[in-house]
Each structure stands twice: as C-alpha cells, then as structure tokens.
C-alpha cells in the first residue's frame, strides 16, 4: 500500500512540474508544437483508454462518436491528446455515478476544421463561474470539487493549446445538468 501511494503522489507531482512548465514555457512564447498528420479515431481511443478505469468505478457509461469524414487532422498529437484526457478526466471527475460521459468528433470539410466536444451529465457550472474556469490556480468552489484535488491549470493549458493550434474553446453548461467543452 505505501509503494501505491508513493507510485500514485510522485505521478501526481510529476504532472504538476509538468502543467507548471507548460504553462510558463506558453507565457513566455517558447512552447512549441511538434505538428503531424494524426488519425483522429487512434487518438480519440487513446485518450478515452485513460479515463477507462476511474469511469469504471463510477459506472460512467463512456460514449464516442465520430462524423465519418473526422479521419485525419494536422496538429500536435502529444498536445491534442493531453487537451482530450484533460477534458475527459475533468468530465469523469465532476460526473457522479451512473452518468454519462461523451467523446464527440464532427469535421467540416468546407471550412478545413474539425470540432471535438467533451459532454457530461455531471454536475454543471454556475455561469457566474464560467470565466473563472481558465486562470491558473484557480478551481472552482463546490462540495464534489473539493473532493479531488487538483491544480487550476489544466482546462488553462487545454485552452491555450487549442488558440496555440489556430482552433478556439467554447464551455456551455448547466448546473445540475451536465457541461459541453468543445473545441475546434
């Protein structure tokens, strides 16, 4: 039980240092994107394998869906996934048991764009709180929030690695009804 939880804290510590750097490499303009051709259904699989196991506990039910030209995109692979497991591991964390928790991709081809969409059936946001959601450090104050811990940093990296992309953020949410995190 110990080596767990020294296994399970230097994990959580190393992904602090990490989301610390991040943010400040962006800060000061010297983060760079390593862009690639990415087969979005790969990722996509990829990222939601992360969250399998807490959704699991909670019996989430994890759907993905995907529009059938959403077969490839030009973008940072390492970077879009951390934006989709970040957005994942908040809809599972803030989702009580028994919801759902959806991966949603849709592509224009039209318009060269691509939108993916996070949507859960947990606990909402206030839309006082809204802007609150993307400064550093900050979470939000709720009883099942404080139930985990977190830094206040990821949906602010998930952000600026969507702008960082040439795409946009978008959050519609409802308390007690769920959220929608959609970017394109």
Known sequence: QAVELILSSSGHLLGLINDILDVSKIESGM?????????????????????????????????????????????????????LVNLLNNAVKFTPEKGTVKLEVLADAHAGQMQFSVVDTGIGIDPEDL??????FVQLDSSLSRQYEGTGLGLVLAKKMVEMHGGSFEVQSEVGRGSRFSFV
């Open 31 to 83: 983060f760079e994107l390593q862009l690639d051709e990415v087969i979005v259904s790969d990722l996509c699989k990829s990222s939601l394998n992360f969250i399998k196991q807490l959704a699991n506990k909670k019996s989430i039910t994890v759907e993905y869906s995907s529009s059938p030209d959403a077969s490839t995109i030009y973008a940072d692979p390492r970077r879009l996934k951390q934006i």
């Open 131 to 136: 802007q609150k959601l993307f400064k550093p």
